[in-house]
């Protein structure tokens, strides 16, 4: 085992680990919240918990390997275990894109004004979310069923390289989805399909953003309400994390779309899955930073001192009103 091999994949397990960290505290915050905190439940709660939950397996379909090749564990999943690894990793990734794009939507329908066209799918959006979930599920298994004739498992394969995702269920059926127009075709509209919805609704979100802020500055006032300041970040956050996931995207595709045209580098799949892993790990601490329910570091320390500190003597108080 090369020392290089070895520092690349305790790389790739720390990103792992935290991108893990980050969603499994968001899920238990959405969970906690729809159970005994319903006061606090926000209409986007939904959405954010279906987006890490796909971020979180993602990211174990990558962890799984790293740690069979650090243990030195030789591939005991067979055939039919690389398939069905390789086969809930693509279709996660493909939710993930899906998730993001009604996320996207669903916002820019949220905050649109009520004078716009959109204003009467505000009561509607919250019902089409479960529908479009269903719908994304039943679409993406079926579109990936062709896996299960691709995919083989690699026992044989003794590269000393530290393409791990090679030697252990990796992308041996890649270049059979090359050769498969069809389905290429299919898996290149989606993409291009839902990242153009994705732009627009991020495009309209600006706009809306932009046209609130001219308002607020000629009415000199804080009539606008907490509610609206609210949105405001939320709507914030969402376009950041839209900017992450198209950035992340077109330069994971920029580097798949090369092995087209030059032979397939080592070094350039190991980039392809560190950027691959990337958005799962970021997009959980972004969604942290930015919600207030999320108990920080800061305000923990002062409620923990609070509780510490004596009780003020009421003798003090008795004149202050």
Not at 53 to 75: A, C, H, R
Request: aromatic share 12%; glycine share 4%; net charge positive.
């Amino acid at each position: 085992m090369l020392v290089r091999d070895v520092v690349l994949a305790t790389f790739s397990l720390l990103q792992t680990w935290v991108g893990l960290l980050g969603n499994l505290t968001l899920f238990t915050l959405y969970i906690c919240i729809f159970i005994s905190r319903p006061q606090q439940r926000k209409s986007t709660d939904l959405i954010l918990t279906h987006l890490t939950i796909t971020n979180s397996v993602t990211l174990l379909t990558q962890g799984v390997p790293v740690l069979m090749f650090l243990y030195g564990t030789e591939n005991r999943l067979g055939e039919v275990g690389c398939q069905i690894f390789v086969y809930i990793r693509r279709v996660t990734r493909g939710l993930t894109i899906c998730t993001m794009c009604l996320l996207s939507m669903y916002q820019a329908v949220t905050i649109s004004p009520s004078t716009s066209r959109w204003a009467r799918l505000k009561y509607r959006a919250p019902e089409s979310i479960l529908p479009s979930f269903l719908f994304f599920w039943i679409v993406h298994l079926f579109m990936y069923a062709n896996l299960w004739t691709t995919t083989a498992a690699s026992e044989n394969i003794t590269l000393s390289v530290s393409k791990y995702n090679i030697k252990y269920c990796p992308s041996v059926f890649w270049m059979s989805f090359l050769t498969d127009t069809a389905f290429l075709s299919v898996i290149t509209f989606r993409d291009i399909f839902f990242v153009f919805l994705m732009t627009c609704a991020s495009g309209y979100m600006v706009i809306v953003l932009h046209q609130h802020h001219k308002q607020v500055q000629h009415i000199h006032s804080t009539s606008h309400s907490p509610r609206s300041s609210a949105e405001t970040r939320a709507t914030q956050t969402i376009l950041l994390l839209v900017i992450c996931f198209v950035s992340i995207y077109w330069i994971t595709s920029s580097i798949t779309l090369s092995f087209n045209f030059v032979a397939e580098d080592f070094q350039l799949n190991e980039t392809l899955a560190y950027l691959s892993a990337c958005y799962p790990s970021l997009c959980p601490w972004v969604l942290i930073s930015s919600d207030p329910r999320v108990p920080k570091p800061p305000s923990f320390f002062k409620k923990v001192r609070g509780l510490s500190a004596p009780p003020a003597n009421n003798n003090t108080n008795c004149g202050i009103h």
